[in-house]
Protein backbone atom coordinates (compact mmCIF):
# COMPACT_ATOMS: atom_id res chain seq x y z
CA UNK A 1 0.00 0.00 0.00
CA UNK A 2 1.03 3.25 -0.61
CA UNK A 3 -0.82 7.01 -0.59
CA UNK A 4 -0.62 9.86 -3.04
CA UNK A 5 1.25 11.84 -0.56
CA UNK A 6 4.13 9.02 0.19
CA UNK A 7 7.43 10.30 -1.44
CA UNK A 8 8.75 8.26 -4.16
CA UNK A 9 12.49 7.42 -4.47
CA UNK A 10 13.34 7.94 -8.07
CA UNK A 11 17.03 6.48 -8.30
CA UNK A 12 17.25 8.37 -11.78
CA UNK A 13 14.26 6.72 -13.43
CA UNK A 14 11.75 6.99 -10.64
CA UNK A 15 12.10 3.37 -10.09
CA UNK A 16 10.83 2.01 -6.63
CA UNK A 17 11.56 -1.43 -4.94
CA UNK A 18 8.23 -2.10 -3.26
CA UNK A 19 8.86 -4.16 -0.35
CA UNK A 20 5.11 -4.97 0.45
CA UNK A 21 4.51 -7.42 -1.93
CA UNK A 22 4.28 -11.28 -2.05
CA UNK A 23 5.32 -11.36 -5.55
CA UNK A 24 8.55 -13.25 -7.36
CA UNK A 25 7.98 -16.38 -5.45
CA UNK A 26 9.21 -19.00 -7.49
CA UNK A 27 7.72 -22.74 -6.59
CA UNK A 28 8.75 -25.89 -8.43
CA UNK A 29 6.70 -29.12 -8.28
CA UNK A 30 7.89 -32.14 -9.79
CA UNK A 31 5.93 -33.50 -12.28
CA UNK A 32 4.01 -30.12 -12.35
CA UNK A 33 3.70 -27.13 -14.38
CA UNK A 34 3.49 -24.16 -11.82
CA UNK A 35 1.65 -21.23 -13.23
CA UNK A 36 3.08 -17.56 -13.05
CA UNK A 37 6.54 -19.31 -13.56
CA UNK A 38 5.63 -21.29 -16.08
CA UNK A 39 8.19 -23.90 -15.75
CA UNK A 40 7.26 -27.41 -16.57
CA UNK A 41 9.04 -30.05 -14.48
CA UNK A 42 8.65 -33.55 -16.28
CA UNK A 43 8.00 -36.58 -14.18
CA UNK A 44 10.61 -38.88 -13.45
CA UNK A 45 10.54 -42.92 -14.07
CA UNK A 46 12.62 -45.68 -13.75
CA UNK A 47 13.49 -47.56 -16.75
CA UNK A 48 13.83 -51.63 -16.50
CA UNK A 49 17.24 -51.21 -16.68
CA UNK A 50 17.16 -48.90 -13.51
CA UNK A 51 17.51 -45.55 -15.27
CA UNK A 52 15.76 -42.76 -14.20
CA UNK A 53 14.32 -41.07 -17.13
CA UNK A 54 11.80 -38.33 -17.98
CA UNK A 55 8.39 -38.77 -19.15
CA UNK A 56 6.76 -36.95 -21.97
CA UNK A 57 4.93 -34.45 -20.42
CA UNK A 58 4.01 -33.30 -16.83
CA UNK A 59 0.99 -35.08 -14.84
CA UNK A 60 -0.12 -32.22 -12.71
CA UNK A 61 -0.96 -28.20 -12.83
CA UNK A 62 -0.13 -26.07 -10.37
CA UNK A 63 -1.77 -22.65 -9.20
CA UNK A 64 0.29 -20.58 -6.31
CA UNK A 65 -1.92 -18.18 -4.66
CA UNK A 66 -2.80 -14.79 -6.13
CA UNK A 67 -1.59 -15.76 -10.19
CA UNK A 68 -3.62 -13.21 -12.68
CA UNK A 69 -6.36 -15.38 -14.81
CA UNK A 70 -3.51 -14.74 -18.19
CA UNK A 71 -1.43 -16.68 -16.02
CA UNK A 72 -3.14 -19.15 -15.80
CA UNK A 73 -4.14 -19.50 -18.71
CA UNK A 74 -0.34 -19.44 -20.10
CA UNK A 75 0.23 -22.34 -17.74
CA UNK A 76 -2.39 -24.58 -18.98
CA UNK A 77 -1.32 -23.79 -22.74
CA UNK A 78 2.30 -24.57 -21.60
CA UNK A 79 1.20 -28.02 -19.27
CA UNK A 80 -1.01 -29.07 -22.50
CA UNK A 81 1.13 -27.66 -25.33
CA UNK A 82 -1.07 -25.59 -27.34
CA UNK A 83 -0.60 -22.97 -28.84
CA UNK A 84 -0.21 -19.45 -27.20
CA UNK A 85 -3.80 -17.72 -26.70
CA UNK A 86 -6.09 -21.35 -26.75
CA UNK A 87 -7.04 -21.85 -23.03
CA UNK A 88 -8.13 -17.77 -23.73
CA UNK A 89 -10.43 -18.72 -26.32
CA UNK A 90 -11.76 -22.00 -24.86
CA UNK A 91 -13.62 -19.55 -22.17
CA UNK A 92 -16.53 -19.42 -24.65
CA UNK A 93 -17.00 -22.77 -24.64
CA UNK A 94 -16.00 -23.68 -21.09
CA UNK A 95 -19.07 -24.36 -19.16
CA UNK A 96 -18.30 -22.00 -16.04
CA UNK A 97 -20.47 -21.80 -13.11
CA UNK A 98 -19.80 -18.17 -12.08
CA UNK A 99 -21.03 -15.95 -10.31
CA UNK A 100 -23.35 -13.07 -11.73
CA UNK A 101 -21.28 -10.60 -10.67
CA UNK A 102 -18.60 -11.47 -12.42
CA UNK A 103 -19.93 -11.59 -16.05
CA UNK A 104 -17.61 -14.13 -17.36
CA UNK A 105 -15.04 -13.32 -16.21
CA UNK A 106 -13.17 -16.28 -14.00
CA UNK A 107 -10.42 -14.05 -12.14
CA UNK A 108 -10.56 -14.71 -8.38
CA UNK A 109 -12.61 -18.46 -9.29
CA UNK A 110 -9.56 -20.21 -10.49
CA UNK A 111 -8.12 -21.48 -7.12
CA UNK A 112 -4.71 -22.06 -6.20
CA UNK A 113 -3.94 -25.40 -5.58
CA UNK A 114 -2.17 -28.84 -7.97
CA UNK A 115 -4.69 -30.20 -10.58
CA UNK A 116 -4.15 -33.48 -11.77
CA UNK A 117 -3.84 -33.56 -16.13
CA UNK A 118 -5.14 -37.05 -16.12
CA UNK A 119 -5.56 -39.17 -19.79
CA UNK A 120 -7.62 -36.67 -21.86
CA UNK A 121 -6.40 -32.97 -20.27
CA UNK A 122 -8.76 -29.89 -21.54
CA UNK A 123 -8.53 -26.44 -21.74
CA UNK A 124 -12.42 -26.66 -20.47
CA UNK A 125 -11.53 -29.60 -17.66
CA UNK A 126 -8.99 -27.85 -16.38
CA UNK A 127 -10.95 -24.09 -15.98
CA UNK A 128 -13.83 -26.25 -14.81
CA UNK A 129 -12.55 -28.15 -11.87
CA UNK A 130 -10.75 -24.66 -10.68
CA UNK A 131 -14.23 -22.99 -10.57
CA UNK A 132 -15.73 -25.83 -9.19
CA UNK A 133 -13.25 -25.80 -6.24
CA UNK A 134 -14.10 -22.56 -6.07
CA UNK A 135 -17.36 -22.25 -5.28
CA UNK A 136 -16.81 -25.68 -3.10
CA UNK A 137 -14.78 -23.13 -0.77
CA UNK A 138 -16.49 -19.96 -1.17
CA UNK A 139 -20.28 -20.69 -0.83
CA UNK A 140 -20.46 -22.43 1.89
CA UNK A 141 -19.87 -21.89 5.70
CA UNK A 142 -17.74 -20.05 6.96
CA UNK A 143 -16.65 -17.79 3.60
CA UNK A 144 -20.59 -17.07 2.82
CA UNK A 145 -21.52 -16.36 6.24
CA UNK A 146 -17.96 -14.29 7.19
CA UNK A 147 -18.92 -12.13 3.83
CA UNK A 148 -22.50 -11.61 4.91
CA UNK A 149 -21.34 -11.01 8.55
CA UNK A 150 -19.50 -7.76 6.65
CA UNK A 151 -22.31 -6.50 5.03
CA UNK A 152 -20.27 -8.19 1.50
CA UNK A 153 -21.16 -10.60 -1.08
CA UNK A 154 -19.22 -13.69 -2.02
CA UNK A 155 -18.08 -11.99 -4.80
CA UNK A 156 -17.08 -8.56 -3.39
CA UNK A 157 -15.09 -11.00 -0.23
CA UNK A 158 -13.51 -12.36 -3.24
CA UNK A 159 -11.86 -9.37 -4.74
CA UNK A 160 -10.84 -7.55 -1.31
CA UNK A 161 -9.22 -11.24 -0.70
CA UNK A 162 -7.57 -10.95 -3.97
CA UNK A 163 -6.08 -7.73 -3.12
CA UNK A 164 -5.12 -8.66 0.39
CA UNK A 165 -3.32 -12.10 -1.28
CA UNK A 166 -1.87 -9.45 -3.42
CA UNK A 167 -0.41 -6.71 -0.77
CA UNK A 168 0.76 -8.56 2.58
CA UNK A 169 3.99 -10.14 3.07
CA UNK A 170 2.68 -12.95 5.39
CA UNK A 171 -0.23 -14.73 6.33
CA UNK A 172 0.25 -13.07 9.83
CA UNK A 173 -0.85 -10.18 8.02
CA UNK A 174 -3.39 -10.49 6.00
CA UNK A 175 -5.77 -10.21 8.70
CA UNK A 176 -4.42 -6.75 9.59
CA UNK A 177 -4.52 -5.41 5.37
CA UNK A 178 -7.89 -6.76 5.16
CA UNK A 179 -8.88 -4.35 8.49
CA UNK A 180 -7.28 -1.61 6.17
CA UNK A 181 -9.29 -2.00 3.22
CA UNK A 182 -12.62 -2.68 5.53
CA UNK A 183 -11.27 0.79 6.89
CA UNK A 184 -10.71 2.80 4.50
CA UNK A 185 -13.79 1.57 2.43
CA UNK A 186 -16.55 2.61 5.96
CA UNK A 187 -14.58 6.07 6.32
CA UNK A 188 -14.89 6.77 2.55
CA UNK A 189 -11.62 6.99 1.34
CA UNK A 190 -10.13 5.47 -1.60
CA UNK A 191 -8.00 2.24 -1.28
CA UNK A 192 -4.82 3.77 -2.80
CA UNK A 193 -3.30 0.16 -3.17
CA UNK A 194 -0.55 -0.67 -5.69
CA UNK A 195 -1.62 -4.04 -6.60
CA UNK A 196 -4.79 -2.72 -8.39
CA UNK A 197 -2.68 -0.31 -10.09
CA UNK A 198 -0.37 -2.98 -11.44
CA UNK A 199 -3.61 -5.32 -12.34
CA UNK A 200 -4.69 -2.20 -14.60
CA UNK A 201 -1.39 -1.99 -16.24
CA UNK A 202 -0.66 -5.65 -16.81
CA UNK A 203 2.80 -5.64 -15.23
CA UNK A 204 3.57 -7.99 -12.27
CA UNK A 205 6.95 -5.64 -11.02
CA UNK A 206 5.60 -2.78 -8.30
CA UNK A 207 6.81 0.39 -10.36
CA UNK A 208 3.93 2.97 -9.12
CA UNK A 209 4.49 6.55 -10.08
CA UNK A 210 2.97 9.54 -9.57
CA UNK A 211 1.69 8.97 -13.05
CA UNK A 212 0.41 5.82 -12.54
CA UNK A 213 -1.78 7.15 -9.69
CA UNK A 214 -3.33 9.38 -12.82
CA UNK A 215 -4.60 6.28 -15.47
CA UNK A 216 -8.19 6.34 -16.26
CA UNK A 217 -8.99 2.57 -15.51
CA UNK A 218 -11.57 1.73 -13.03
CA UNK A 219 -8.67 -0.13 -11.09
CA UNK A 220 -6.57 2.72 -10.41
CA UNK A 221 -8.05 3.01 -6.10
CA UNK A 222 -6.11 6.22 -6.46
CA UNK A 223 -8.82 7.79 -8.37
CA UNK A 224 -11.93 5.58 -7.93
CA UNK A 225 -13.68 5.11 -4.38
CA UNK A 226 -14.56 1.50 -3.58
CA UNK A 227 -13.54 -1.51 -4.38
CA UNK A 228 -12.67 -2.53 -8.46
CA UNK A 229 -14.90 -4.45 -10.23
CA UNK A 230 -13.20 -7.52 -10.01
CA UNK A 231 -10.96 -9.49 -7.86
CA UNK A 232 -6.83 -8.74 -9.22
CA UNK A 233 -5.81 -12.46 -8.77
CA UNK A 234 -6.88 -15.87 -7.54
CA UNK A 235 -6.66 -15.46 -3.59
CA UNK A 236 -5.98 -19.05 -1.67
CA UNK A 237 -7.31 -19.94 2.02
CA UNK A 238 -5.51 -17.75 3.82
CA UNK A 239 -6.40 -14.36 2.05
CA UNK A 240 -10.08 -15.44 2.00
CA UNK A 241 -10.39 -16.30 6.08
CA UNK A 242 -8.86 -12.82 6.51
CA UNK A 243 -11.24 -11.12 3.97
CA UNK A 244 -14.41 -12.88 5.70
CA UNK A 245 -12.80 -12.11 9.09
CA UNK A 246 -10.06 -9.47 9.67
CA UNK A 247 -8.24 -8.52 12.78
CA UNK A 248 -9.56 -5.99 14.99
CA UNK A 249 -8.22 -2.57 15.02
CA UNK A 250 -8.43 0.91 13.74
CA UNK A 251 -5.59 1.02 11.17
CA UNK A 252 -5.83 3.31 7.90
CA UNK A 253 -2.65 2.35 6.65
CA UNK A 254 0.61 0.15 6.34
CA UNK A 255 4.13 0.05 5.09
CA UNK A 256 6.82 -2.74 5.09
CA UNK A 257 10.07 -1.10 6.65
CA UNK A 258 11.67 -3.89 6.09
CA UNK A 259 11.13 -8.49 5.38
CA UNK A 260 9.46 -9.18 8.69
CA UNK A 261 8.46 -5.82 9.98
CA UNK A 262 5.13 -4.48 8.29
CA UNK A 263 3.87 -1.48 10.44
CA UNK A 264 0.20 -0.37 10.67
CA UNK A 265 -1.31 2.45 11.99
CA UNK A 266 -4.38 4.83 12.14
CA UNK A 267 -1.83 7.83 12.58
CA UNK A 268 -1.00 9.63 9.47
CA UNK A 269 2.03 11.17 11.21
CA UNK A 270 3.22 8.00 12.32
CA UNK A 271 2.96 6.30 8.54
CA UNK A 272 4.87 9.20 7.10
CA UNK A 273 7.56 8.63 9.84
CA UNK A 274 7.27 4.64 9.02
CA UNK A 275 7.59 5.13 5.39
CA UNK A 276 10.25 7.63 5.70
CA UNK A 277 12.40 4.64 7.36
CA UNK A 278 11.15 2.57 4.69
CA UNK A 279 12.74 4.82 2.00
CA UNK A 280 15.93 4.69 3.80
CA UNK A 281 15.77 0.70 4.37
CA UNK A 282 15.11 0.74 0.42
CA UNK A 283 17.83 3.05 -0.26
CA UNK A 284 20.65 1.19 1.34
CA UNK A 285 19.29 -2.27 -0.56
CA UNK A 286 21.08 -3.02 -3.95
CA UNK A 287 19.01 -2.54 -7.07
CA UNK A 288 16.50 -5.78 -7.79
CA UNK A 289 17.17 -7.31 -11.13
CA UNK A 290 14.30 -7.49 -13.32
CA UNK A 291 12.33 -10.58 -12.26
CA UNK A 292 10.79 -12.82 -15.98
CA UNK A 293 7.62 -11.38 -17.79
CA UNK A 294 4.84 -13.48 -15.52
CA UNK A 295 6.83 -14.41 -12.50
CA UNK A 296 3.74 -13.36 -9.98
Do not use: C
Amino acid sequence: MQTNTRPRNTRGSRRAIRLTRRGRLALIVTGAVVAGSAVAVPLLRTDDEGVTRPTSRPTSLSIPEGRRATQVYGAIDKALALPVGTTKKSLATADLKLPNDAEGNPEGYLFPATYPLGGNPTPQKLLTAMVDTANRKFTGAPIAAGAQRNGLNVYQAVTIASIVQAEATAKEDMGKVARVIFNRLERGMPLQMDSTLDYALGRSTPRTTTEDTRIDSPYNSYQRMGLPPTPIGNPGDEAMRAATNPTPGDWLYFVTVKPGDTRFTADYAEHRSNVAESDRVEQSLPAEAEPEAAAR
